[in-house]
Each structure stands twice: as C-alpha cells, then as structure tokens.
C-alpha cells in the first residue's frame, strides 16, 4: 500500500533560519506529490506540487522541494523562514487507486520564534 | 465563488447520537472526499465520489456514510457517535484530471 512518512513531527525555529522538512514516499511507479500547509485555525492549502518535468518545484510563499526519485523522496526546503510561517505542513502522494484521494502523511508542526 | 464549504464548524455530540456533516462546492467538481485529521496523524479518507450517484469506501470508512445525489452536495452521517469519532472532518473535492484538492474549513466534532 501506498505511504508517506515525514520525519520531524515538531521543528522549532528562529526568524531567518533555514527550514527541510523530510518526506518519504513508498510507491515506485509515476507519482504525483504535494505540500500543503495549515496555517493555525485555518483550512489546508496548497504549497506546491510535482507531476513531472523539473524536479525541482516551486511554490507560494518563497517555498520550494525537489523529488528525487531515487531516494523516494520529496523534502521541502525554506531558505529563510518568518514568523507567519509556523503552521503545520503535509506532505501527500495522489492515491493509485482511491479515485485520485490524497495520502498524507502525519504532518510537521513548525514553530518559529520571532 | 465560495469553494468548499463545511457546516457546522463546531459540534458536540453525546454517544449514540446521529449528525450529519454538511459540505458543499461550486466549483463543479466530480471529484469529492471526506478525510478525518486527529492529532498526530495527519488526514485519513473516509469516503470518497467521483461523481453524483457514485461513492467508494477509503480507509477508515467504518461508523459512516454518505451520499451523493448531487455534484454540490456530499453529506457525511454518523449514525452512532462513538468516543473515537472525535476529529476534525474535512471535505475536498477537485475536478478529474485537474489533481489539486481544495479543501473546505473543517468540522469539529467533539463526542462525550
């Protein structure tokens, strides 16, 4: 069955820091890979996404990650991080199977210090 | 338009009691799904349709249903709220091809 791991469940950071959070997928056939983010209070919304092509994918907010299909993964990468950006974040795989449903992992919560 | 709209936002049920999670769309997308989120575990499906008239089980399916007599509408019943159903519920839907889920606010549900 398809999966999804992240590897940090807090990460707490400073203002300007530099932010990766880790993200492993099981499939290894064609996938389609997301990022969303929960801002506190608020609804899931879309960071980014790849399909194909450049593996390097950018998103809102200054965020980027890059697929590398070797290593199943799918890491998001900040290179400085403000305040507004402590929310949580998911990563998630389109599901082969359940009529396109989405398979999230558990999530990272990150909190950063102004 | 309004997107992915959930009602109530906020419920508190007694075990045993039945409710009905509302959720709309109009974006007139085929595509919609009923995910669960409790803490530490990020989103689990629920159910899932690809179309009005048409549902499927996702993974932890177990205590609800649904229905889908309309491509807006996809109302997730609990029938018997049980202690475990305390989560927060998401509706999302997308259109076939287009990928992104857009999701509605969420519905928290708090079973005593």
């Known amino acids: 069955a398809q999966s999804v791991s992240q590897h940090n469940h807090h990460v707490i950071l400073s203002e300007a820091a530099s932010l990766e959070l880790g993200c492993n997928y099981s499939?290894?056939?064609?996938?389609?890979l997301f990022w969303y983010v929960q801002y506190p209070g608020q609804h899931l919304q879309l960071l980014l996404k790849y399909f194909s092509g450049d593996p390097l994918v950018k998103g809102i907010k200054g965020f980027e990650a890059e697929f590398i299909k070797s290593k199943f993964s799918f890491n998001l990468r900040k290179p400085s991080v403000q305040w507004s950006d402590t929310a949580e974040y998911f990563c998630a795989v389109k599901s082969n199977q359940a009529g396109t449903a989405l398979i999230f992992g558990k999530g990272t919560t990150l909190s950063v210090s102004s | 338009n309004a997107g992915v709209t959930q009602t109530p936002k906020f419920r508190i049920l007694k075990i045993g009691q039945s409710m009905t999670l509302q959720c709309t769309q109009d974006m007139n997308h085929n595509y919609m799904y009923w995910y669960r989120q409790d803490p530490g575990m990020g989103l689990k499906l629920i159910y899932y349709s690809v179309g009005a008239g048409i549902t499927d089980k996702g993974e932890v399916p177990n205590g609800y249903n649904v229905s889908r007599s309309t491509t807006e509408d996809f109302p997730l019943r609990l029938e018997l709220a049980a202690p475990s159903q305390t989560s927060v519920y998401f509706c999302?839907?997308?259109?076939?091809?287009?990928?992104?889920?857009?999701f509605g606010p969420g519905t928290r549900l708090l079973v005593l």
């Open positions: 499939y290894g056939g064609t996938v389609n």
């Open positions: 999302a839907s997308t259109l076939q091809g287009q990928e992104t889920q857009y």
